[in-house]
């Protein structure tokens, strides 16, 4: 039974951490389904995380939190936007300028807010999201097997990770039962053929770019308002990039994204679990290898484990018409 | 005027300093197949994206049905019933053909409502015209004839009465070619109306009603196509009377010079791209390789480059073996009297952004006359390209300009130029003229056939299968990576059409 402890805890703290990887490789998979790649995810997040922490800090509201995360991670979306779709700039560059403008921007209007060193003030409760508990969760926690799954896996998360998990199936069914789907994973593979149906490329990439802003929005948000109460600098810590690698590594397919971000988010609880406990066998790992098992991964599986990832065909290239 | 269905109005339009359409005039009669033929960079495709609404003409009108409209973009042009099927298909590939067909015109934000909608329309459709197609099938996997049927459904699905075929053509069998005509013949028989652009003469002979001709952005002339003749038309192409045929004596052929035998290269994903294939080219001759594009050619031409590694099977360039296999170095094959004209020039035989004179001493810029070791002799370089620029009249004459600037057929004199003038034993061209005009076009034949005529073995490449016939001394048939049979230049275009199409090559493998 102490196994099945560990394990529901393993398996709670990887729901914990992968929140925001799904959040933020959805994002990626609305841009990069429509062609425009986005390496900015990072920043993104953690603009958001940031605006999401000083709003909710001087408001004393959730929401108002949320809010401002939402803005400020659509309009960076949208200068990444102006940038690779309107001005037909490098899309790589693009994102690295807003990352790197990100990192530094937080920072100094941070101290310059709030005078804490570039964090924001800690949150009090009503200006964080609440753990949402699922009736009768307490009741049946001692029944064996199912009250721990039931109570501490299924209840016991932020709002935030339900909304995450439903984005999942969201996602799908958008971009692949919708007309507005049709069209973003059309203009992701070709351009060309969408403009001669006439419609617009520019405006359906700007609104993917939007969607993508949004889910950024979501997972920066979550970062400061319920995985910590505030904002801390360089909080993201990298998970953009590891979206990045979630979404390469799912094939730009929304379930697989789920999994892979879920598989990433596990690899980082067992590296919390366990630092400083010795592993049979191999004795006592250095804490800075477990800490680097999610990264190695990603370069292993990359590297040729998942086969040959296919890439939406126009992606990266902005839209020049033919002559 | 109930009959005209086009008709445009001093159409013009200029990129930057490039004029492109100058003061076009064009009436297109209902129900009619109207041709309009002119060498590349003449004009045709930008007067067809400004009918379709891809650009705007800088003057002039469009009249649609006798009314003039306003095409500001491909919606106005569906609108007014115009229907466009592009020489580079724009067809989403891992869509399937339902999917394409929807695309731009789903009726509903929900796709399910309109899939079967769209499904029904898709059946009947197929029904009127002939015109079948499985709805389910991605692009990707279908062959490119069934490809370019489902962009001709896009239009038809749109309701387009008026049908633009931008160089239909280019990617097709004859056979496959065959069957768009009967098509475009039943559309037009159906009461539609078709421009039909094109820059081989024989298909506008074959097919239209009327032909117009274009040359240096403007329309020249228009024909009624029963009244005119190939050589008219060439004529006004080119702007001067053109030698369509290309005269040539009687082959020498005389020692082996290159010799493959059994050879077989696999792609990265493993799949065969050439199998088994033996046969030789003697001095003096010239041995052309027919085939629809994707059969095995140019896998073929590159292993024999040195380019790309052979799986198996060996190759000799006069009489001493070429480690195929192994590490053949396209540099050392040069060495030793090969020179290769690659079928791709842009990305392989030029680099764009050098000078003309760069690119024509590109892979030869060891050569003791081109550098000392260390640095270049930029004036010796400079003067060679001066005088292959003469020899080959290479347009514009200036051996210091960035080598994007040329045009097509320039660009490809100058690699032209590069191989031929090292004197080589044997020479093999991939794909001489394509992108090339009419006129570059003769120039080039001449070329090869001068070089059979010296003693050279020459090794020919082509997709157009009229270049094939014309120049070639023994014509080997290649389908699905194997020589499926050798004909003599004789052979008709319908029994090589026959083995580039795998038919009659499997009955003769078999025998």
Redesign the interface.
Known sequence: MDFFHVLIVLLESTIRVSVPLVFAALAGLFTERAGVFDISLEGKMLGAAFAAGAAAAVSQSVWVGLAAAVLVSVLLSLVHGYASITQRGNQIVSGVAINFIVAGATVILGEAWFRQGGRTPALVEGARFQIVNFPGADAIRDVPVLGPIYADLLSGHFLLTYVAFAMVPISWWILF???????L??VG??P????????SVIWLRYRAVICCGILCGFAGAYLSLAMTAGFVKGMTAGKGYIALAALIFAKWRPVNVMFACLLFGFLDALAIRLQGAPLPLIGRVPVQLMQALPYILTVVLLAGFIGKAIPP?AGGVPYV??? | MDDIAIELRGIDKSFGPVHANRNINLTVRKGTIHGIIGENGAGKSTLMSILYGFYQADSGEILVGGRPVAIRDPNAAIAAGIGMVHQHFMLVENFTVLENVMLGAEDNQILNKGIAKARSELKRLEREYALEVNPDALIEDLPVGLQQRVEILKALYRKADILILDEPTGVLTPAEADHLFRILAQLKAQGKTIIFITHKLREIMAITDEVSVMRRGEMVATRTTGETSVEELAELMVGRRVLLRVEKGDSKPADVKLAVQGLTVKDSRGVTMVDNVTFEVRAGEIVGIAGVAGNGQSELLEAIAGIRRATSGSVHLNGRPVDVTGHADPAELRSRGLAHVPEDRHHVGLVLKFEESENAILGYHHDPRYSNGVFLNIDAIRKDAEEKIGKYDIRPPNARLKTANFSGGNQQKIVLAREMERDPDVLIIGQPTRGVDVGAIEFIHKRIIEMRDQGKAVLLVSVELDEIRSLSDRILVMFAGRVVGERSPEATEGELGLLMAGVEGRKEAAE
């Open positions: 039962r919708t007309r507005f789907g049709l069209r994973r059309a593979e070709n060309g053929a969408v403009d001669t149906a006439g419609i065909k018409k033919e002559r």
